[in-house]
């Protein structure tokens, strides 16, 4: 399935442009595991490092669900999708028998969550729980995403270069 990626605007205004950019790196997230099988998303970047396509997608439908469920709309979770107390990096970790059709549903399912939970609020809109005793905003949020997910994009630039060679934005 293709992902479509658009470029945001230049010029418009801050809310369009934060949810533009989160979008933006949502695809290319999408983007850079186009294309490749199961073995090639689950393949490890370089021991000792956990590193995997697969466990990034992984990685970031919790972050997706932490921020907009958890932080922004104040749900509380025991355990999430891919870890648990016992294997708290269980989204990296455990990627070797993982169902990539699953995660990605996932991924999407909790991308889709964000955009509903942050739709029609403003900005300044403060989280429903704190972080490490703070108060968070929506804006604090989007932008941490933005950053989030730029800073794992350059992961996955440099995984999918090593299994197939492929380059690019």
Known sequence: MTEARTDPSFVSDERTMLDSWLDYHRATLALKCEGLDADQLRRRSAEPSNLSL???VRHMAEVERHWFQGILGGEE????????EERPDGDFDDVDTADPAEAFATWRA???GARKAAAGLPLDTVGRRQRRGEDVSLRWILVHMIEEYARHNGHADLLRERIDGATGE
């Open 54 to 56: 697969l466990g990034l």
């Open 77 to 84: 979770f025991t355990r999430g999708r891919y870890w648990s």
């Open 110 to 112: 909790e991308c889709e």
